[in-house]
């Protein structure tokens, strides 16, 4: 018999899931660590996404990243802005030490600059995917 809270939560994720839209549901996911390229994910609507590292550490989801993504006026996947007459520093390219599924609705890195943090469901990947298509598709339309 499951507690009260127990019950709710698990009435909501089945929620989630149950009216999660194809879009944001992946077919397969490939994450290239061996290869350094990044991960690769094919949605049930046929769309292809490919997201480097570099794309995906600088999208963490965290709190702690959001807050200073917000701060300086990023958005999710571009890199931080140096300082004016900063000289930019030396630092390993992004790359996953570990991976792993967190339930049916995510995935968490744990990247070679000790962070660990970022959990990134399937509807954010898809939300943020870098391709052309989906860029245009986020940009805010222009009037004449």
Same mark, same amino acid.
């Given at each position: 018999? *499951?507690?009260?809270? #127990?019950?709710?939560?698990?009435?909501?994720?089945?929620?989630?899931? +149950?009216?999660?839209?194809?879009?944001?549901?992946?077919?397969?996911?490939?994450?290239?660590?061996? !290869?350094? !390229?990044?991960?690769? +994910?094919?949605?049930?609507?046929? /769309?292809?996404?490919?997201?480097?590292? !570099?794309?995906?550490?600088?999208?963490?989801?965290?709190?702690?990243?959001?807050?200073? &993504?917000?701060?300086?006026? *990023?958005?999710?996947?571009?890199?931080? =802005?140096?300082?004016?007459?900063?000289?930019?520093?030396? =630092?390993?390219?992004? =790359?996953?030490?570990? !991976?792993?599924?967190?339930?049916?609705?995510?995935? &968490?890195?744990?990247?070679?600059?000790? /962070?660990?943090?970022?959990?990134?469901?399937?509807?954010?990947? *898809?939300?943020?995917?870098?391709?052309?298509?989906?860029?245009?598709? &986020?940009?805010?339309? /222009? *009037? #004449?």
């Amino acid at each position: 018999m *499951r507690s009260p809270a #127990a019950q709710s939560s698990y009435l909501l994720l089945c929620a989630i899931l +149950i009216f999660m839209p194809d879009s944001a549901d992946p077919k397969s996911v490939k994450v290239n660590v061996s !290869t350094g !390229t990044g991960m690769d +994910i094919e949605w049930k609507d046929g /769309h292809k996404s490919h997201y480097s590292f !570099t794309f995906l550490r600088d999208a963490c989801p965290c709190a702690m990243c959001d807050d200073e &993504r917000n701060k300086s006026g *990023r958005k999710p996947g571009e890199a931080p =802005k140096l300082e004016p007459g900063a000289l930019p520093m030396f =630092k390993p390219a992004a =790359k996953p030490t570990e !991976t792993a599924p967190v339930g049916k609705y995510a995935i &968490r890195f744990h990247w070679n600059d000790g /962070h660990e943090l970022g959990i990134y469901s399937w509807q954010f990947l *898809r939300d943020v995917c870098p391709c052309e298509e989906c860029k245009a598709a &986020r940009a805010p339309a /222009h *009037r #004449a």
